[in-house]
């Protein structure tokens, strides 16, 4: 039987905490995965693009996901589709899930993750957090964000001021007028935007603040200026894909520009912010593991709890 898993079945299901947890161990044992993940992309006769992610593996799972996503910006919501969860046994269809929710849960957890380990230590919960962009992506970041630190404040911008403005009375912050005008008040500075263009440049920040840009995520994507990923602490998930189709393509700059892997960071083997002055940048693509990782998650909870709808395909 393969269990049917909607949006509203796996927001039952789905714990921040919980997924955390497995992002964070994820980001440890990914590269001893023996096969490694592809991110296919293409245009379409159509105003939008089909990608496909696949194999999601991890070392201690016995399964793997396949991802197929229709990504329309102008449509509401701007990306649908399907993630397969198979057995590495015999290759059942165990699940077919939502794309769009675990794409915004992993992709915006994994986003807290990394903001968590390069942004400067915190303790007192006195930094303000910027977010530029009020879209799904930027709400789970902050709620994950939330789960391992505190902010004093939360200010947020947005090309549409309605979103914005809810966005603000859902997280009790305020609204701001630009982009520029967030980094010039934020410690650490989210963007999660469709932009084309910079939205900010190296004299829009300073000194000792971190940005999250998960904009990045394709080719023609940009939201941060060459100059400011060049005098940046850059810490990717993937320096071959950051080069070939994210933050680094964008400003044509080689896998090498790229301090670090935040799976380098969890694992201890590089270094992260060193000097409290240190400008930090994580600009994630997403990575094939990271759908498994929630997929498996959601399986194992929905299973125990009788979530979903168990049908059988090949009945």
Same mark, same amino acid.
């Given at each position: 039987?393969?269990? &049917?898993?909607?949006?509203? #079945?796996?927001?039952?299901?789905?714990?921040? *905490?919980?997924?955390? *947890?497995?992002?964070? *161990?994820?980001?440890?044992?990914?590269?001893?995965?023996?096969? @490694?993940?592809?991110?296919?992309?293409?245009?379409?006769?159509?105003?939008?693009?089909?990608?496909?992610?696949?194999?999601?593996?991890?070392?201690?799972?016995?399964?793997?996901?396949?991802?197929?996503? /229709?990504?329309?910006?102008?449509?509401?919501?701007?990306?649908?589709?399907?993630?397969?969860?198979?057995?590495?046994?015999?290759?059942?269809?165990?699940?077919?899930? #939502?794309?769009? +929710?675990?794409?915004?849960?992993?992709?915006?957890?994994?986003?807290?993750?990394?903001?968590?380990?390069?942004?400067?230590?915190?303790?007192?919960?006195?930094?303000?957090?910027?977010?530029?962009? /009020?879209?799904?992506?930027?709400?789970?970041?902050?709620? $994950?964000?939330? /789960? &391992?630190?505190?902010?004093?404040?939360?200010?947020?911008?947005?090309?549409?001021?309605?979103?914005?403005?809810?966005?603000?009375?859902?997280?009790?912050?305020?609204? &701001?007028?630009?982009?520029? $005008?967030?980094?010039?008040?934020?410690?650490?500075?989210?963007?999660? +935007?469709?932009?084309?263009?910079?939205?900010?440049?190296?004299?829009?920040?300073?000194?000792?603040?971190?940005?999250?840009?998960? $904009?990045?995520?394709?080719?023609?994507?940009?939201?941060?200026?060459? *100059?400011?990923?060049?005098?940046? &602490?850059?810490?990717? #998930?993937?320096?071959?894909?950051?080069?070939?189709?994210?933050?680094?393509?964008?400003?044509?700059?080689?896998?090498?520009?790229?301090?670090?892997?935040?799976?380098?960071?969890?694992?201890?083997?590089?270094?992260?912010?060193?000097?409290?002055?240190?400008?930090?940048?994580?600009?994630?693509?997403?990575? @094939?593991?990271?759908?498994?990782?929630?997929?498996? #998650?959601?399986?194992?909870?929905?299973?125990?709890?009788?979530?979903?709808?168990?049908?059988?395909?090949?009945?």
């Amino acid at each position: 039987m393969t269990r &049917l898993l909607t949006r509203s #079945d796996l927001l039952s299901v789905l714990e921040p *905490e919980s997924c955390l *947890e497995a992002l964070r *161990e994820g980001f440890r044992r990914a590269g001893a995965a023996t096969v @490694p993940g592809q991110r296919i992309r293409t245009g379409l006769p159509f105003p939008g693009t089909a990608t496909a992610l696949m194999p999601g593996l991890l070392p201690g799972v016995d399964a793997y996901t396949v991802k197929v996503n /229709a990504k329309f910006p102008g449509a509401r919501p701007a990306l649908r589709g399907v993630i397969c969860l198979h057995s590495g046994r015999d290759g059942e269809l165990l699940a077919l899930l #939502d794309s769009a +929710t675990v794409t915004a849960w992993r992709t915006g957890l994994a986003a807290a993750l990394g903001t968590h380990v390069l942004a400067a230590p915190d303790p007192a919960g006195e930094a303000v957090l910027g977010v530029i962009g /009020a879209g799904a992506q930027a709400e789970i970041t902050v709620r $994950g964000l939330r /789960a &391992l630190r505190d902010f004093r404040e939360l200010v947020v911008h947005d090309t549409d001021p309605e979103r914005a403005a809810d966005f603000a009375r859902r997280h009790h912050g305020r609204v &701001l007028g630009s982009a520029a $005008g967030v980094a010039a008040v934020a410690d650490t500075v989210l963007l999660a +935007t469709w932009s084309r263009t910079p939205l900010l440049s190296l004299a829009d920040t300073r000194p000792g603040q971190h940005l999250t840009t998960l $904009g990045a995520d394709e080719p023609g994507k940009r939201e941060l200026a060459a *100059e400011l990923l060049e005098s940046a &602490l850059l810490v990717v #998930d993937d320096r071959e894909l950051a080069a070939a189709t994210g933050a680094l393509a964008a400003v044509g700059l080689p896998p090498g520009a790229a301090h670090a892997t935040l799976g380098e960071l969890l694992a201890g083997t590089r270094p992260g912010r060193v000097a409290d002055t240190d400008r930090t940048v994580y600009a994630p693509v997403g990575l @094939p593991w990271q759908d498994l990782a929630l997929a498996w #998650d959601a399986h194992q909870r929905a299973e125990r709890l009788s979530v979903g709808t168990p049908v059988d395909l090949l009945g």
